[in-house]
C-alpha cells in the first residue's frame, strides 16, 4: 500500500495527510489510486464526522506529478484513466456527508487546486500561494478545477487564473473567496474547526455540506424535494430530538416570548 497519503481516523475525525514532500505532493498514478481508496473509505465509515485534509513539507499540493508521468512512458490513454481514478475519489469526498477542512501552507498548484477544493473549509497560511500553471505546459485543466474553481470564485476570477499566469497570495485568496481564512496556524485552526463540528450537531452540519455541494447539479425543484427529505431525517434523530428540546425550554424560560 502507497504511503504517498496517511489516514487516521480517532474519536469521530478522518485526518488525511498528503505525504509526497520531497515531490512537492505532487500526485503520481499511485498517489491518485491511494488518495481513491482513502476518500472510499472515509466517506463509507459512518463513525467519521469529520475530515481534516493537510500535507506535509512546504507546499500543499503542487498538482499532478508531469515529470513522474512523463517519465514513466505512459501515454494520453493512460493519463486520461488516472485521472478518471482521482476524480473518483473527488467526488466521494465532494458529494458526502463529511464536512471536511483544509489546511493549506505553501504552494497550491494546477490540479492541486482540484484537491484543494474537496474540502468545504479552507484555511491558509500568510504566506500560502496559488496558481494554475496548467497552459504552461500545453496541459488543460483536470481534478475538479473547470467546475470546482468557478464554483468557489465566479466564472471570470477561474478564467483570471486559467488563462493568464497569474499566482494570488494568500490575502488575494481570500479577497476572491478561494479560501476561508487566513492563518498563522493553518493546521491548529483547522483543527478547532473540525472539533467544532464534531463538538455539535456533526450530522446536521454534513448533511448541509451534502446539500450544498450537490446542489448544483440538480434543478431545484429536486434540490428543494432533497431539502425537505433531509430535514425529515434530521428531525427523527435523537440529536435533533435534544437539541430541538432544549431550544424550546430555554425559549419558553425569556420573557416577552409569544404566548
Known amino acids: 500500500m502507497s504511503d504517498s497519503i496517511l489516514l487516521r481516523v480517532e474519536d469521530g475525525l478522518a485526518r488525511v495527510t498528503f505525504h509526497r514532500p520531497e515531490r512537492l505532493n ?13 476518500a472510499r473509505q472515509v466517506t463509507g465509515d459512518p463513525t467519521v464526522g469529520a475530515v481534516i485534509l493537510d500535507a506535509e513539507g512546504p507546499a500543499f499540493c503542487a498538482g499532478g506529478d508531469v515529470i513522474a508521468m512523463a517519465t514513466s512512458g ?11 481514478v482521482i476524480h473518483e475519489g473527488i467526488r466521494a ?7 471536511i477542512v483544509a489546511a493549506v501552507q505553501g504552494a497550491v498548484a494546477g490540479g492541486g487546486l482540484g484537491l ?8 491558509a497560511a500568510e504566506g500560502a500561494k496559488f496558481v494554475s500553471r496548467y497552459a504552461d505546459i500545453g496541459l488543460t485543466p483536470d481534478l475538479g478545477v473547470s467546475t470546482l474553481l468557478p464554483a468557489a470564485i465566479g466564472q471570470r476570477r477561474a478564467l483570471q487564473l486559467l488563462l493568464q499566469d497569474r499566482t494570488l497570495t494568500a490575502a488575494e485568496a481570500l479577497d476572491w473567496g478561494l479560501i476561508a481564512e487566513v492563518a498563522s496556524d493553518p493546521a491548529a485552526r483547522a483543527d478547532e474547526i473540525a472539533r467544532f463540528w464534531l463538538e455539535n450537531a456533526a450530522g446536521a452540519f ?13 434543478p431545484f425543484v429536486a434540490n428543494l424535494d432533497e431539502e425537505a427529505r433531509t430535514i425529515g431525517a434530521a428531525f427523527d434523530t435523537p440529536d435533533s430530538r435534544a437539541r430541538v428540546a432544549a431550544f424550546a425550554a430555554a425559549s419558553a424560560r425569556r420573557p416577552g416570548r409569544p404566548a
Do not use: C, I, N
Not at 469526498?93 to 464536512?99: A, I, L, Q, R, T
Not at 484543494?116 to 484555511?123: Q, S
Not at 454534513?206 to 440538480?218: E, F, H, I, N, S
Open 206 to 218: 454534513g448533511q448541509a455540506k451534502r446539500l450544498v455541494r450537490t446542489g448544483a447539479g440538480r
Open 116 to 123: 484543494m477544493l474537496t474540502a468545504d473549509y479552507v484555511v
Open 74 to 84: 505512459a501515454g494520453g490513454s493512460a493519463v486520461t484513466d488516472a485521472a478518471h
Open 26 to 38: 505532487a500526485m503520481d498514478f499511485a498517489m491518485g489510486e491511494r488518495w481513491r481508496d482513502v
Open 93 to 99: 469526498f465532494v458529494e458526502s456527508d463529511k464536512p
